[in-house]
């Protein structure tokens, strides 16, 4: 079933999507609904994959992108197991 969403979007962003939809050959309502699907299934594999305890602060802290998590726990059990 289909629903009207009324938008406000500002008329640059409009212009543009319509030339990219144009381009891709969609219509800027599929251009939309494809986006708001992914983004519904991106959230939905977060719910499975994180544990009910840890979902309201997920997403909360923003690590560098240079992080290395593997080279962190090596340090962290060095310093603790082999000093």
Known sequence: MSSKLPLFIDSSIITKAKIYAEKTGRSLEELVEDYLKRLVAEEEIIEEKVP????????????????????????????????
């Open 52 to 83: 009910k305890e840890f979902r309201d602060i997920f997403g909360s802290v923003k690590l560098s992108s240079g992080l290395d998590d593997k080279q962190l726990i090596r340090q962290s059990a060095v310093e603790k197991y082999c000093e």
